[in-house]
């Protein structure tokens, strides 16, 4: 087995490879019960904790022993023919602890954008979904954390097509708050540039938080496959207040400019929104952003009450859709999009 971090090849594997679903019969073969890991949910770069696997059909090939090297090059050869790899179900490892832990490094490493980019997304959505479980002073910081990260890898070309690719068609509220972040981060960076480090993190707290209100919604009302009664829709129309009060509170605070997003991104330019029905100028410039990305997220993921809709089929609703958006921005925001869309 080399040591350099990269699969081993077919030729001095074949002894390592072990039929699946075939238990032990006194002839030396071994049972390996498998549970899968995604690749972007791997700490490349670091040494693996444990072996690990290629499933091949109806036989695993062993890539990686413990302790041997994820280098960048294995993830580019590995990722053209799968998006997983398997290990022994009964090994105790923490994946995600692992990913968190090395995020910084893993990101500053030589692995390609698209797996970069994969375990960023893969650490965002798990990293919000904890925020949303119980959000806090720590819960704060990891946004903070998280956003600064995913900022970073921004600069980089190649990270938004990657994003585009990476984003999923259902719909949960960890990774639509994900979406929403992504998509704002790529509009505001047209429209403020990237030189502002400190603004732009800060904005992308406020986008990525941007449903935190929803978090003590019950899921019967957020997953609710009919229309809301009169109740359940006064009781989703509050969390923009709900999620502007708890980031309001948070010690050493965001800006007016950046919890508005929060307060705002369900307002119209018409007036028609909510919380308060603000319109045209009483709404700020990053509010309509972020109402931009909510609303292409909610219309291109499947919901429990919807299909996913094509990209350009919700592209052709927000247009015709007047008085719902600042138009000069939902145009800007199609511009960008479209390069990235399958």
Excluded at 270 to 297: M, N, W
Aim: include cysteine; charged fraction near 25%.
């Amino acid at each position: 087995m080399p040591e350099n971090g990269k699969p081993t090849s077919d030729q001095s594997q074949k002894k390592d490879r072990l039929k699946i679903g075939q238990g032990s019969d006194g002839k030396g073969k071994t049972r390996v019960r498998l549970r899968p890991v995604a690749l972007g949910n791997i700490p490349w770069g670091i040494q693996a904790p444990v072996d690990l696997y290629i499933n091949k059909g109806k036989e695993l090939s062993l890539l990686f022993r413990k302790d041997q090297g994820l280098s960048s090059d294995a993830y580019v050869e590995i990722s053209k023919v799968t998006d997983r790899l398997y290990y022994d179900k009964e090994a105790d490892v923490n994946w995600q602890t692992l990913v968190e832990s090395n995020l910084s490094a893993i990101l500053d490493s030589p692995l390609p954008t698209e797996g970069k980019a994969a375990v960023a997304y893969g650490s965002a959505a798990r990293q919000t979904q904890q925020i949303f479980s119980e959000f806090n002073e720590e819960g704060y910081e990891v946004a903070n954390t998280t956003v600064e990260a995913i900022n970073k890898l921004m600069d980089e070309p190649g990270t938004m097509e990657s994003f585009f690719q990476l984003t999923v068609h259902d719909y949960y509220t960890y990774t639509h708050s994900v979406h929403v972040y992504i998509y704002s981060s790529m509009l505001t960076r047209a429209i403020i540039g990237d030189e502002n480090e400190k603004l732009l993190k800060d904005l992308g707290v406020g986008f990525l938080l941007h449903d935190i209100g929803k978090k003590d919604i019950s899921p019967a009302i957020l997953n609710k496959k009919g229309k809301l009664d009169d109740d359940e829709w006064e009781e989703i129309k509050k969390h923009p207040t709900t999620g502007y009060d708890l980031l309001s509170k948070v010690s050493g605070g965001l800006t007016e400019e950046v919890t508005q997003i929060v307060l705002q991104h369900h307002e119209k330019i018409d007036g028609t929104g909510y919380p308060k029905g603000a319109k045209d100028s009483d709404i700020g410039r990053f509010g309509r952003i972020c109402c931009i990305a909510d609303v292409y997220d909610a219309l291109t993921t499947k919901r429990s009450y919807k299909e996913a809709m094509s990209k350009m089929t919700a592209f052709t609703i927000m247009q015709d859709s007047p008085g719902h958006f600042d138009e000069k921005l939902l145009a800007r925001f199609i511009r960008l999009a479209v390069p990235y869309l399958e």
